[in-house]
């Protein structure tokens, strides 16, 4: 298996610049299911292979699962922000310090887990109250040197949710 393919198991990241319905109703259904597929990834998967590097020099299977729920807790406050107030400027965070730090180390997925089926209960009510134009709303972000708009934000996090789905399901080992 060759790098990239380990790397983006489901492929880059590829916006639509024009969103459908059927596309919001579509990453509505990824982000929903995210918890439960992880979930049903992790049941099949030895705990060792766990604790390893899903590709040479990446984090160990256990990291991206704590990374998830760091991530996708972030991003659900940054959504809520976005729609309450007036194009927000968000506070970016060092993903490789976070994942480098102790309690994204541990060995117990547990909390992480509780953590991602709550924030994506919660994040999906939120995605379902929202009519189409609140989809315009956005967040600036620094680091991008621009305004993220909701509708970004959901296919990103779909997206997101498969593509490290894809990094603990691997099968490579060191």
Request: glycine share 4%.
């Amino acid at each position: 298996m060759n790098i990239e393919t380990l790397r983006f198991p489901v492929g880059r990241f590829s916006l639509k610049s024009e969103v459908s319905d059927d596309d919001i109703d579509s990453c509505l259904i990824s982000l929903s299911d995210m918890p439960n597929k992880l979930q049903a990834v992790i049941d099949n998967t030895q705990d060792e292979c766990l604790q390893s590097p899903y590709r040479p020099e990446g984090w160990t299977r256990n990291q991206v699962i704590h990374h998830l729920a760091d991530s996708h807790l972030n991003s659900y406050s940054r959504c809520k922000m976005a729609f309450t107030e007036s194009l927000p400027q968000v506070k970016p965070y060092s993903q490789n310090a976070w994942a480098s730090l102790e309690d994204a180390g541990d060995i117990n997925i547990g909390a992480s887990m509780d953590i991602l089926h709550g924030v994506h209960y919660r994040w999906n009510r939120f995605w379902e109250s929202l009519n189409k134009k609140d989809f315009e709303k956005m967040y600036f972000h620094p680091e991008l040197n621009r305004g993220v708009p909701l509708s970004e934000v959901l296919q990103y996090f779909a997206w997101h949710g498969d593509h490290h789905i894809g990094h603990v399901r691997s099968t490579w080992k060191s």
